[in-house]
């Protein structure tokens, strides 16, 4: 019951890259699209979200990008630094159902 | 404010024993859910409890039940505990349970069911 796809399982990039993680939905109900960033041993916490009804939505190094027609959605990392190195997990919501998240991408960046 | 608690950190059982996984919020929060993440599987829902009182199934609550003990706590029990519940176990919290209330995640409880 795999509704959120979550790629790439692993990412490396160098500090200062850009790191970029994909997800796509089948749901065309859900409405709200958070992503969780979850550091080693820890719980996950939430990031940045995005609402459907907006193609693009930036915090600080952090941007969501939303394709609605696609039904996909993005996270980028801009100027990656070594303490972004985490797992993250992209995750959908429809109404009061309950959070659909993906598989999670580990993310290394090296110095 | 400690957020969400969750005991004990770490456990090993071995097959067919029990225990049950307690978890607390001080955020006044009226949802509470209990997750499972396993390697390349994400996290899913076992049981979550809207309010204070009721509780429901999540996407794999075989083998579990819970216990909405209290608005601040939600405990989850292994009767007998199988290899294939080794896992790390997170409880979270929010508000309600609406698309935009951020749930709020414990630290995690790794078992290991040998």
């Not at chain 2, 007998?80 to 519940?85: E, R, T, V, W, Y």
Request: charged share 15%.
């Amino acid at each position: 019951q795999q509704q959120v796809k979550q790629s790439p399982q692993s990412l490396i990039v160098q500090k200062g890259g850009i790191s970029i993680i994909n997800c796509a939905y089948e749901n065309t109900a859900f409405d709200y699209f958070p992503w969780y960033q979850q550091f080693p041993g820890k719980g996950p916490a939430l990031l940045i979200a995005i609402r459907p009804d907006v193609s693009e939505k930036k915090e600080g190094r952090f941007t969501i990008s939303f394709n609605k027609s696609a039904k996909q959605f993005s996270l980028h990392i801009m100027d990656s630094q070594p303490g972004d190195s985490a797992t993250y997990f992209c995750a959908a919501i429809h109404n009061t159902d309950k959070l659909i998240f993906g598989t999670g991408t580990r993310l290394q960046v090296f110095p | 404010n400690a957020g969400v608690t969750q005991t004990p950190k770490f456990q090993v059982l071995k097959t067919g024993q029990s225990m049950t996984l307690q978890c607390a919020q001080d955020m006044n929060h009226n949802s509470m859910y209990w997750y499972r993440q396993d390697p390349g599987m994400g996290l899913r829902l076992i049981y979550y409890s809207a309010s204070e009182g009721t509780t429901d199934k999540g996407e794999v609550p075989n083998g579990y039940n819970v216990s909405r003990l209290n608005k601040r706590e939600f405990s989850l029990r292994l009767e007998s505990a199988a290899p294939s519940q080794t896992s790390v176990y997170f409880c979270a919290s929010s508000d309600y349970v609406t698309s935009t209330d951020t749930q709020y995640f414990g630290p995690g409880t790794r078992l290991t069911v040998l």
